[in-house]
């Protein structure tokens, strides 16, 4: 009899680990690493000037000027025309690309009206998120996120003598860039110049001019632990049939 009890609990425990291994597989997060980041539709020619790097899970990147003025996408749109059509920023992988669509015009015109030399652009625009347009697939509860906004810190002087921004989180305004300014990866430096405080003295502050993006590889989900219900209801079924093979035995 006991020789049956014992087999009665092997086949039950086996059953229960079945149930349990035969659930749906979990997708895992994949690796990113991302080969280039090009901007088009700012000015002339494409802006493709941030060096490979790869993303961890839940990591982020943060891109913007890298040298001199390389990425000051309002001055690029002086000239309305040259920034006329769609905004669009296409993140490379080893996946393959991911094409973001700035909508709002974030990057080429950061404050309305535009930036001129005469009436330089509101200092900050706080990020927007960009809208996906196409890209590879990625497991479930892996997003590439991308936001776009703009940093300037350099053009305190009438009209503009205070830092200003659309929905910032800063409160009171402690700055002239979008919130957070910070990433695992960063490719941004402050650009030589500038820097003018109300009074049009030059003063410490970093004198960003600069679009910025902000790359996050947001990583949800990545396994399936049992939930407490489900391993309460799996032991009490192995006692019930315990408890049944014993009184059979008896």
Known sequence: MKLRLLSVLFIAVMAIGICVSAGPPVAQAVSLSVTSVT??????????????????DNQSALLAQNSGYNFDTSDFCITPA??????????????????FNDASKVLGFPSVPA???????LETREYLAATQTSGPALPAGQTLLLSVGYADDAHFESPHTACSATGTIDTPIVNCRPDPFTGDIVQAIAAAGGCLGANGLTDTRSCFDSGVLRLVNQVVVIGKTPEPSTIFLLGAGLLGVAMWARRRAS
Do not use: H, K, Q, R
């Not at 001129?116 to 652009?121: A, C, D, E, F, I």
């Open 115 to 121: 930036d001129t030399s005469l009436n330089p652009p």
């Open 39 to 56: 901007v088009t539709g700012i000015g002339g020619a494409p802006i493709s000037i941030w060096t490979p790097f790869a993303l961890g």
């Open 82 to 99: 040259n920034c006329a059509g769609p905004t669009t920023i296409t993140v490379a992988t080893n996946l393959g690309n991911f094409v």
